[in-house]
């Protein structure tokens, strides 16, 4: 059976090539929902979940009682994931990752079946056996290949896109990991407090390791994240 995410990404890539060949030009309207929803093939809940996405991302505005409005269509030619934007400090990537993995681990726990815990868990085993190995390089890789494997198992369609940045972000901090491989065995043991809280449905404590976990590692990193005042820091 194919998820509804999944239909909602395949629409909105559509969407998002028909504004880019011209399809819909800005300042035009998108066609009504029945008509549109007829010539996608979908139905129409699906497709106001895309123009949901498509307004997070800037594309259409929806005005009441009026339709969909076209804002720039140009900006849809751009291939997701190109990034213009200043090049992040180690900084900025752990500001991110404490913004959105704990939310996302703890979704994930809510949702995650017995096939996704074996996944994470053979990513978990890559990890250990790296570390066996005394292999960093190999550590690196498996620990964000964990990341990725959570972040994958997120099913709603915006934070599909978002994350996706954050497992760009995630990588630019490769570097700073490969300088200190002794930490692999911290990282292994703290990654796998958060699956232990998402195999026992434990939304809030597998929130709760995350936040750990990154605090750590940017103490690790030798950098004091600027947390606000209400979030728990453990």
């Not at 498509?54 to 505005?61: F, K, N, Q, S």
């Not at 500001?95 to 979704?107: M, Q, S």
């Not at 599909?160 to 065995?185: D, F, I, W, Y």
């Not at 809030?204 to 940017?218: D, F, K, T, W």
């Amino acid at each position: 059976m194919i998820s509804s995410s999944t239909v909602v990404n395949s629409v909105v890539e559509k969407l998002r090539k028909a504004l880019a060949r011209g399809q819909w030009r800005t300042g035009d309207m998108l066609p009504g929902q029945r008509e549109l929803a007829e010539q996608l093939g979908i139905s129409r809940p699906s497709l106001r979940e895309a123009v949901t996405v498509l307004e997070t991302l800037g594309l259409v505005r929806s005005l009441p009682g009026k339709g969909v409005l076209v804002l720039d269509a140009d900006m849809a030619a751009q291939e997701p994931g190109i990034d213009n934007a200043a090049p992040a400090s180690l900084a900025d990537v752990l500001e991110l990752r404490y913004t959105l993995e704990p939310f996302i681990v703890g979704l994930v726990a809510q949702s995650a079946n017995s096939q996704d815990i074996g996944q994470l868990r053979l990513t978990l085993m890559d990890m250990r056996e790296a570390l066996d190995a005394d292999d960093s390089e190999a550590g690196i890789k498996a620990y964000i290949a964990f990341h990725e494997a959570l972040f994958a198992l997120t099913t709603n369609p915006i934070f599909q896109r978002v994350v996706q940045q954050t497992g760009n972000a995630l990588k630019q901090s490769a570097s700073m990991l490969r300088n200190s491989p002794e930490h692999l065995a911290a990282r292994l043991k703290e990654n796998e407090a958060v699956v232990r809280a998402i195999r026992d449905r434990n939304s809030a404590q597998a929130s709760a390791q995350m936040r750990q976990h990154i605090l750590a590692e940017g103490l690790r990193m030798g950098i004091e994240l600027n947390i606000p005042d209400d979030h728990p820091r453990q």
